[in-house]
């Protein structure tokens, strides 16, 4: 039966042993008991879907990644303990030592410095392109190495929208998975396996939880890409020893690299989301649909008030006919362009600390996708690590300020705005 996003997100509630819909319950437990060996040896064989120890699985964390697997319409999905180690397995999964990663020049703080400084220490080198460079450059970009290609569907906090097609051909081009970051849009505004990608990641830390409650990470598997056409994810192809010679993509088929992912990674490396996180997590995309039309509506609204300020030097925010990327927002993002903008106070980074020091109802925090309003001066926060020559690349500007538009009344945020750039302005 395929479901439509709203029905997906509405239904809170799980199929138990007896088939009656119930409640998720939170399995808090670290263990599983068992009345027979063959049934547990089975589960080490990766024969049994059962859940041998939650580091490797539970069964409110699967609710939440059948959940996540169904809004974007994979195969598949593994949580993580954070946004950050679903992005550090996914690309582990697949690239080792001597491997070579092609990514977008303005994704997150964060993932670049995964990408850029310890993944160079583990001898998996990179390198960043413009997502706005043609076809032919980023083709041109890649190596021999090169293992996949990694952008997000909306940069943080650069706010560009990718073009698919053109991230997409150059991915068949080059015979290597297209691993799409959708944090920012959500799977509300945008579902990246249908415009090309084959590996979408989450923090769903941010708008899947909606509330800060809770941090956490999602890989979920498009099972759209062929692993053995071109013989360079033996990962994948060639047996594993530590599973008695097992080859994922003849055991597992379409969900190969997340049930990899799960039984390798998750396994040594132990970044599982907590049962507890899961169940929060649950819990917050039941209201996604809501939120989401109600975030972006906001920030639309606050992107016109500001770029019609007498304070404001600039606003960006794919919504607006005027920003460059509103032609791939219309088509990307037809439910609307998130809930994120950014902005330029006249007067400069003095006048935008002044600026955030006087805001009233809205947050200065190291967040964004809440419920709530908030803002952030990314160059001295999230990108800080970043050369100035690197922020500028991602779109950092030194003057820029981040707002992650929450879904209070919307004339409750223009009015703070207002007070506060007047107070830094005059």
């Given at each position: 039966?395929?479901?439509?996003?709203?029905?997906?997100?509405?239904?809170?509630?799980?199929?138990?042993?007896?088939?009656?819909?119930?409640?998720?319950?939170?399995a808090q437990s670290t263990t599983y008991r068992y009345y027979n060996t063959e049934d547990v040896a089975a589960l080490f064989d990766l024969k049994s879907a059962d859940h041998m120890y939650t580091r490797i699985s539970n069964p409110t964390i699967a609710a939440l990644e059948g959940k996540m697997a169904l809004?974007?319409?994979?195969?598949?999905?593994?949580?993580?303990?954070?946004g950050q180690s679903a992005t550090l397995m996914a690309l582990l999964n697949i690239c080792e030592a001597g491997d070579h990663i092609l990514a977008s020049t303005n994704i997150y703080g964060g993932s670049h410095n995964l990408i850029a400084v310890s993944f160079e220490k583990l001898g998996i080198h990179h390198a960043l392109i413009d997502p706005d460079s043609s076809l032919e450059e980023i083709i041109a970009a890649a190596t021999p190495h090169t293992k996949a290609l990694f952008a997000e569907s909306l940069g943080n906090p650069a706010l560009s929208v990718l073009d698919f097609e053109k991230w997409s051909a150059a991915a068949k081009t080059l015979g290597v998975p297209l691993i799409v970051d959708n944090t920012l849009a959500s799977p509300y505004c945008c579902r990246p396996l249908e415009h090309g990608a084959d590996i979408v990641i989450h923090s769903t830390t941010k708008y899947s939880d909606g509330h800060a409650t809770s941090v956490g990470g999602m890989v979920i598997d498009g099972g759209t890409f062929d692993w053995a056409a071109s013989g360079k994810y033996p990962g994948l192809t060639q047996p594993d020893e530590s599973y008695h010679g097992l080859v994922y993509t003849e055991a597992f088929g379409k969900a190969a690299f997340a049930a990899k992912l799960r039984s390798q990674l998750l396994r040594d490396f132990g970044a599982q989301m907590a049962p507890q996180n899961a169940w929060l997590t649950h819990l917050g995309l039941e209201t996604l649909h809501l939120r989401m039309q109600r975030h972006c509506e906001n920030a639309l609204a606050l992107a016109k008030h500001l770029e019609a300020s007498p304070y404001v030097e600039w606003v960006n925010y794919p919504g607006l006919e005027s920003n460059k990327y509103y032609g791939l927002a219309q088509k990307y993002l037809p439910k609307g362009a998130g809930g994120v903008l950014t902005f330029g106070v006249k007067g400069g980074l003095a006048a935008g600390t002044k600026f955030i020091e006087n805001l009233d109802m809205t947050s200065l925090v190291v967040h964004v996708g809440d419920l709530r309003t908030s803002v952030l001066h990314p160059s001295s926060t999230t990108h800080r690590q970043l050369s100035e020559a690197d922020q500028i690349a991602a779109g950092i500007r030194p003057e820029l300020i981040r707002v992650s538009v929450g879904i209070e009344d919307i004339q409750d945020i223009l009015a703070d705005f207002d007070q506060a750039l007047e107070k830094a302005c005059r």
């Open positions: 039966m395929k479901l439509s996003f709203d029905s997906a997100c509405v239904h809170g509630t799980y199929r138990a042993a007896s088939g009656q819909p119930q409640e998720l319950p939170i809004l974007e319409g994979g195969v598949a999905a593994v949580a993580a303990s954070s």
